[in-house]
């Protein structure tokens, strides 16, 4: 069973705080890990992808990933008001003559002013 | 450039009637996705297609969904007959090179009575 895990939250945070967002997944095969950021009543959006070990940064976010531990997350610094949304975890499990996008049901943030 | 576009925005039918779902992908993309999301069961991939050809419909849920994409500019979800259970928020989304890189639509608010 392919699944990717994420707590729904919500997690609150204030502003000008590191926001931490945690997804487990279950294939260890797995190669590449996404995550995407979704307002309320809007359309996900990619904000980062991550395909080896290790930190990658893109501005305040920061994409961690750990295979051996089958874990990803995402730091967000300097949280702002506007990073309220739902942020979700996306994996590729691959099988077979082509991969999969498995997406986690999302961890809602809130960043108080 | 325009994103891709999806018609209708919202739609309310009652159970029992045909509805028809449109997309329109991002202009040389090669790759369109049909996705549903709801809250129970977050964002499920329903069928992908590849230079209009369907690579994989193993997500859709049952022989009432079908999905066709006759040229590269224009693709369509259709259910029929519709079910009280099939209410969801349905996205399109398009891509250059695969599921690695997803521009999704605005969606569709499909609620059936």
């Known amino acids: 069973q392919k699944e990717v895990e994420q707590n729904s939250g919500p997690l609150s945070v204030p502003e000008g705080a590191i926001a931490s967002l945690n997804c487990t997944y279950s294939?260890?095969?797995?190669?590449?890990f996404f995550w995407y950021r979704q307002y309320s009543g809007k359309s996900p959006e990619l904000i980062m992808s991550?395909?080896?070990?290790g930190d990658k940064e893109d501005g305040r976010f920061t994409a961690q990933l750990n295979k051996a531990s089958q874990y990803v997350s995402l730091l967000i610094r300097d949280s702002q008001p506007s990073d309220s949304a739902t942020y979700l975890c996306?994996?590729?499990?691959?099988?077979?003559?082509?991969?999969?996008?498995?997406f986690g049901k999302g961890t809602k943030l809130s960043v108080k002013p | 450039d325009a994103g891709v576009i999806q018609s209708p925005r919202h739609e309310v039918t009652e159970m029992g009637q045909e509805v028809t779902l449109r997309c329109k992908p991002i202009?040389?993309?090669?790759?369109l996705f049909w996705y549903r999301q709801t809250m129970m069961r977050g964002l499920e991939l329903l069928i992908y297609?590849?230079?209009?050809?369907?690579?994989?419909d193993s997500g859709m849920p049952e022989d009432r969904f079908s999905a066709k994409m006759p040229n590269a500019s224009f693709s369509t979800l259709k259910i029929q007959p519709s079910e009280p259970r099939d209410s969801a928020v349905y996205f399109c989304a398009s891509s250059p090179t695969g599921q690695e890189t997803q521009y999704f639509g605005p969606g569709t608010r499909l609620l059936v009575l």
């Open positions: 202009s040389g993309h090669d790759y």
């Open positions: 996306a994996v590729i499990f691959y099988g077979g003559s082509q991969g999969n996008l498995i």
């Open positions: 294939d260890r095969g797995s190669q590449s």
């Open positions: 297609f590849n230079n209009n050809v369907p690579i994989d």
């Open positions: 991550i395909y080896s070990n």
